[in-house]
């Protein structure tokens, strides 16, 4: 293969810094094995499968005893997967099919992830996790090597389809001056420990992968830019950029405000006890999204009222008196659970999800409310409780009355459909706060399935009419006197961040590691700037000219953050 020419990539950064280092790739997954025959002995072969998840469990195990502290918690969940034991069915069930080994450890972990994606966010992100968990499991079936970071002499910047933390963790910011991956998102596990290790890296920088070993790579993990081939202006550029991001980035701490002290609330997503943990850590104002969902995933029973409480007084616990917004359960439809199986749906995204499948269980709910409250008189905590794909007053008022009626001190809904968006003044009638996921609310308002990438323009926050909407839901905040804030991945965009500002929101929630940078740029502009970026951005014609004339508005030092 002739190596890559010059050109620049652009990805998603996730972890700040420069650097330039000759590229190492990493190997790749053996695969399905063609030429196997199909199981005549399911048990037996079921056993087989089983000592090679064993053996990728122990590997995790022992890589997690060697991995600094703050990335054992990462090992340990991943080492966990690798032994779940509804995997091993699922693979069972298509060795009784007559499949192969490995294709049946292919399949049954391909419907795992599907369901997995489904879910978004946190849980999404631990796709990365399970596949790496299947090629090292293929691997040891096919008795060849595992997939992985290459022995390598000097400085590298190590390049991938995907890593999982596995081999993230146990990199040395010494040596791998960076991590360059074609896929993954701002919270997958490869980011989270990017960052912590002090290593520059970009996620989903595709193209990347056109790149031969050995080949200089030059990066900056702040914009999410990669170039191939540099030359040395380009690499001393970088260089230059990443002193000056610093620099603007300097003294960022405290709470969020405009330039002016209009107060914006900077919190963090986060989707398990040991999430809330690490989160609590960073120098933000609490949580604006703790997804419930793990709880109840992968199981073939509830979670039950002691079990929750347990995990919510964890998590309370974990930020002290900082705010913590909880998300009921958002399941069904699309992210189905084996024991509130509600029967397919020809369209899941439209059907019964999050309060609607819980109008149906309400055990479900009524059981996760107490647990919640339980966890609140055992904390006294800043606790505020919110529903997913609220449409209307009557669903509103329904999970209002349920959960002030076991002692809830304050109670909200999620503005994820426009019907919400649109009557927000309405809904905030009955209702204390509300919360703004613009993943779904831009998936419903463009008609574009998030899933699919090939819709990814539509799926834009800059889109002009997903920003009427969040106009529309801030409008019914302020004619409430209610507070809106958002926790999609829009609050998390140092420049989206200004706009949301501007049209009236009043928390952002985002991945811990953007927090800086979001608290840095408002921090260099007033209130009045925001609202005229915003405005600018609603009456834009596309999604391009709406970022292109808040550009124009920014403050010049807000160009190295973006």
Not at 78 to 97: E, F, M, S, T
Request: hydrophobic fraction near 45%; include cysteine.
């Amino acid at each position: 293969m002739t190596p890559a020419e010059h050109k620049v990539l652009h990805g998603i950064g996730v972890s700040a810094g420069t650097a330039a280092a000759p590229a190492a790739i990493v190997t790749a997954a053996p695969g399905v094995d063609i030429h196997e025959a199909g199981s005549v002995d399911a048990e037996a072969d079921g056993a087989r499968i089983r000592e090679a998840l064993a053996s990728v469990q122990a590997d995790l195990k022992e890589r997690q005893e060697r991995a600094p502290e703050e990335s054992k918690p990462i090992l340990k969940a991943a080492a966990q997967l690798a032994g779940d034991r509804g995997l091993a069915k699922a693979i069972d069930k298509k060795l009784k099919k007559g499949l192969g080994l490995t294709q049946s450890v292919h399949d049954a972990v391909e419907e795992y992830a599907k369901m997995l994606e489904a879910l978004g966010g946190y849980m999404a992100e631990r796709v990365t996790d399970l596949y790496d968990i299947r090629d090292r499991a293929i691997a040891a079936i096919r008795g060849l090597p595992a997939p992985g970071v290459p022995d390598f002499e000097g400085e590298v910047i190590i390049v991938a389809r995907d890593l999982a933390p596995a081999e993230t963790a146990t990199l040395s910011p010494d040596s791998v001056k960076g991590i360059i991956t074609e896929v993954g998102g701002p919270t997958s596990h490869t980011a989270i420990l990017a960052a912590q290790l002090g290593i520059p890296a970009i996620v989903k920088a595709e193209g990347i992968l056109s790149v031969e070993s050995g080949q200089l790579v030059a990066l900056d993990g702040g914009v999410g830019e990669v170039i191939i081939s540099p030359i040395s202006e380009e690499v001393e550029l970088l260089a230059e950029r990443s002193r000056r991001r610093a620099q603007a980035l300097a003294g960022s701490t405290g709470e969020g405000a405009t330039y002016d002290g209009y107060k914006v609330k900077l919190l963090a997503n986060i989707g398990t006890a040991d999430d809330a943990a690490r989160a609590a850590t960073h120098d933000l104002e609490g949580a604006g999204l703790f997804r419930t969902e793990f709880l109840f995933l992968e199981r073939n029973d509830a979670p039950t009222l002691e079990e929750q409480t347990d995990t919510y007084t964890k998590v309370l616990e974990a930020f002290g008196q900082r705010r913590v917004v909880v998300r009921t359960l958002d399941a069904g439809a699309d992210k189905p659970l084996s024991f509130a199986d509600l029967g397919p749906e020809e369209n899941p995204a439209l059907g019964r999800r999050g309060l609607r499948l819980c109008q149906i269980r309400e055990d479900l709910i009524d059981t996760q409310l107490e647990a919640l409250a339980a966890a609140y008189r055992k904390t006294s905590a800043d606790l505020w409780v919110m529903a997913p794909m609220v449409s209307t007053l009557e669903e509103a008022k329904w999970f209002a009355d349920k959960a002030r009626g076991v002692g809830l001190p304050k109670v909200g809904i999620m503005i994820e459909v426009p019907a919400a968006a649109i009557r927000a003044g309405q809904l905030l009638d009955v209702v204390d706060f509300a919360s703004i996921g613009t993943n779904d609310l831009t998936q419903y308002t463009m008609a574009a399935d998030r899933l699919d990438g090939e819709l990814a323009p539509l799926l834009n926050t800059w889109q002009p009419a997903v920003l009427q909407m969040i106009k529309f839901a801030c409008e019914g905040g302020r004619s409430t006197g209610k507070s809106i804030g958002v926790c999609g991945e829009a609050g998390g965009d140092p420049l989206l961040a200004l706009v949301l500002t501007g049209l009236g929101v009043g928390s952002l929630s985002m991945a811990p590691a953007k927090v800086n940078a979001v608290r840095a740029a408002l921090r260099m502009h007033d209130l009045a700037t925001c609202q005229q970026m915003a405005a600018f951005a609603v009456d834009a014609p596309s999604a391009e000219d709406a970022r292109e004339a808040v550009l124009k508005l920014v403050n010049p030092t807000m160009l190295d953050l973006v």
